[in-house]
């Protein structure tokens, strides 16, 4: 074979292995940047089955279980009462289980700070949203208002001292308790509370939660540093 020619194959083969590699590659780096880790659960998407209509809106049926931002930033999980203080201190996004418990993800889903909820990676998967406080507000005047609302969307089980609702609408709000801003967790089978996406002051912003032995449910609002589940809803 002519020795040019024999270059020229060469030079060819070289080439195409090296825009394979490539092209390999970077599929790699775009499958990765989207592929939500064991631990994300309901991260990435939201089952539709879970999507519930509730007058003009439409809910998730659960709380939210991301582990990461919409663009695939990883949040901090804050294990110790150290780290949670400190996220919180520093205002920067975190979330746990309650009381550090895996286990208590498929029912409670995850606690976040509202440093989470309103970080600009987006908190909420694509094709949802964190609901705002006009949104809480506009479920709950469709539910006759804050005095009976609240049992119609307490799930029918794992209320303490009798304390379950109807469950009429399917959101199933289960007491899943909160986080103080020390770190200490409080209230599981007593209390649920939700982050709403709305800032109230410059150190707190709304939240809305439910009791065992009342039916309402109930507008507040706290130091960004504590930590409540949060409700997606459909864009």
Not at 82 to 88: H, L, M, V
Not at 211 to 219: K, Q, S
């Amino acid at each position: 074979m002519n020795p040019n020619c024999f270059n020229i194959i060469f030079l060819i083969t070289i080439s195409c292995l090296f825009t394979t590699c490539k092209i390999q590659n970077r599929k790699t780096i775009t499958q990765n940047s989207i592929t939500p880790d064991s631990d994300t659960n309901r991260s990435a998407f939201i089952n539709p089955l879970t999507e519930i209509k509730i007058g003009e809106q439409t809910w998730d049926a659960a709380n939210l279980q991301v582990t990461h931002f919409k663009n695939g930033d990883l949040i901090p999980q804050a294990k110790t009462p150290e780290a949670w203080e400190k996220a919180g201190s520093s205002k920067k996004p975190a979330w746990c289980y309650y009381h550090n418990d895996s286990t208590n993800n498929d029912k409670y889903g995850k606690l976040y700070n509202w440093f989470a909820v309103n970080d600009k990676r987006g908190l909420a998967p694509i094709g949802w949203h964190i609901a705002s406080d006009s949104e809480w507000a506009k479920l709950i005047n469709y539910l006759g208002g804050e005095a009976i609302a609240g049992t119609k969307i307490k799930s029918n089980h794992g209320w303490n001292e009798k304390g379950n609702g109807t469950n009429s609408t399917g959101f199933t709000a289960l007491p899943g308790g909160y986080r103080f801003r020390n770190g200490i967790f409080n209230a599981e089978g007593y209390f649920g509370s939700w982050w709403t996406s709305t800032e109230y002051f410059t150190f707190s912003s709304w939240f809305y939660s439910l009791r065992y032995d009342d039916d309402g449910i109930y507008r507040s609002n706290f130091g960004k540093e504590d930590g409540y589940a949060v409700r997606c809803l459909g864009n």
